[in-house]
C-alpha cells in the first residue's frame, strides 16, 4: 500500500510559480510511475503531467506545456511539479498519484494523495 502526501500549494498571484511536492511511503517507489491531476470547484478531474518510474518520459496536458515541469527524486520517495506563469484558471485541488505506468488517465492510478490547494489571484 503506497501512501502519497502532497505540500507546496498555496496562494500566488499570477505570472508567479509554486512547486508543489508528492512524497510517497510504504512502497518501493521505483516500481511506480506518478502522475499530478487537479480539480477546479464544479469542474471535472484533469490530467495535469505525469512521469515514468526513472524520469526519462514525461507526458504533459496541453494546457500546461511549457510552464509545468514533473520531475521525481527516486532517493526521496518525492515527485515534484513545478509550476511558473502560473493563471487565474490554474486555480484547482492538485492530487498527485501512482500507478505502475504513466497514463493521463484518472481511472489508471490505483494510488491516491489527499490534495493540496493551488489559487492563483489576479
Known amino acids: 500500500q503506497v501512501q502519497l502526501v502532497e505540500s507546496g500549494g498555496g496562494l500566488v498571484q499570477a505570472g508567479g510559480s509554486l512547486r508543489l511536492s508528492c512524497a510517497a511511503s510504504?512502497?518501493?517507489?521505483?516500481?511506480?510511475?506518478m502522475g499530478w491531476f487537479r480539480q477546479a470547484p464544479g469542474k471535472e478531474r484533469e490530467f495535469v503531467a505525469a512521469i515514468g518510474r526513472i524520469g526519462t518520459l514525461t507526458l504533459y496536458a496541453d494546457s500546461v506545456k511549457g510552464r509545468f515541469t514533473i520531475s521525481r527524486d527516486n532517493a526521496k520517495s518525492t515527485v515534484y511539479l513545478q509550476m511558473n506563469s502560473l493563471k487565474r484558471e490554474d486555480t484547482a485541488v492538485f492530487s498527485c498519484a501512482a500507478d505502475v505506468v504513466p497514463s493521463t488517465r484518472a481511472a489508471q492510478y490505483d494510488y491516491w494523495g489527499q490534495g493540496t490547494q493551488v489559487t492563483v489571484s489576479s
Open positions: 510504504g512502497g518501493t517507489f521505483t516500481n511506480y510511475a
